[in-house]
């Protein structure tokens, strides 16, 4: 699996374990820990110099999706690590691979979903929000202040493209389906981004949060998000050692609430 290994980086003054969590799919981040980082570079140039060595153990190494481990593959690392302009390649919640470019601008963003905005929330760009259904701008106005979002529509759904446009948004976060209102959005206008979400699948978030905030350029909170998350896992994990593992059905009022259902 890709959460397991262990990369041991020498670089010829000091060595240090990485653990490969597989949070950040992103093509460039070569040791598959929750960082893009000279750790990556350390690594990369190692398996440059020693063909013997194996690179199957490492998924994310071609950051340039050429088929090939060279320098060209570096260089988008360095420049990932510089925050200059690229082209980068990620493992999107559907598995298939999206090229998206670098970085990603976040300063007016549209969210139909209460868990994207907290998502948005975790790596501190909350007052970007812009654009928003009432469902989440009623529903949750005990808990956020929401008086910096412009326009919210009716609803729980998604925005209409015509929204998306009026308000000038950047950043699209939303579901899947919603793409027959995002794609208009973004041929309409290119310098939109939208990033999609299963929203069916709460494990992804974490993955989701690295992604997004490596695109924004919000990385260290996305990583230290991610690093409270493992240890929150790991500590459970410990705690169920030896213990005899069950299934369990949550029902309220005589429903079973399945994922994504609350």
Not at 102 to 124: H, K, M, Q, T, W
Request: glycine share 6%; charged share 25%.
């Amino acid at each position: 699996g890709m959460g397991v290994a262990a990369v041991v980086i020498n670089n010829g003054q000091d060595s240090k374990e990485v653990k490969a969590t597989g949070n950040l799919p992103v093509f460039g981040n070569a040791n598959n820990d929750d960082y893009i980082d000279s750790r990556d570079i350390d690594l990369m140039e190692r398996l440059i110099a020693d063909e013997s060595l194996d690179k199957s153990a490492y998924p994310f190494l071609d950051a340039n999706q050429d088929g090939e481990l060279d320098s060209a593959d570096i260089e988008i690392v360095k420049k990932v690590i510089d925050k200059k302009a690229c082209d980068l390649h990620y493992v999107d919640f559907e598995n298939k691979v999206k090229k998206q470019s670098f970085p990603v601008s976040a300063d007016r963003i549209c969210v139909n979903r209460y868990f994207f905005a907290e998502a948005v929330d975790i790596l501190g760009l909350f007052n970007n929000i812009v654009l928003a259904p009432q469902k989440l701008t009623v529903d949750r106005s005990h808990m956020y202040d929401m008086s910096h979002i412009e326009t919210a529509y009716e609803g729980g759904k998604a925005p209409t493209t015509e929204l998306i446009l009026q308000n000038k948004v950047d950043l699209i976060i939303a579901d899947s389906w919603d793409a027959k209102v995002c794609e208009p959005a973004m041929e309409a206008d290119p310098s939109i981004n939208t990033f999609y979400v299963d929203i069916y699948s709460y494990g992804n978030l974490v993955k989701f949060v690295e992604v997004i905030g490596l695109f924004v350029g919000a990385d260290e909170r996305a990583s230290q998000y991610a690093q409270f998350v493992n240890d929150v896992n790991d500590y459970i994990e410990k705690g169920m050692q030896g213990q005899t593992k069950k299934r369990v059905a949550i029902t309220y009022l005589g429903t079973t609430i399945a994922p994504g259902s609350t």
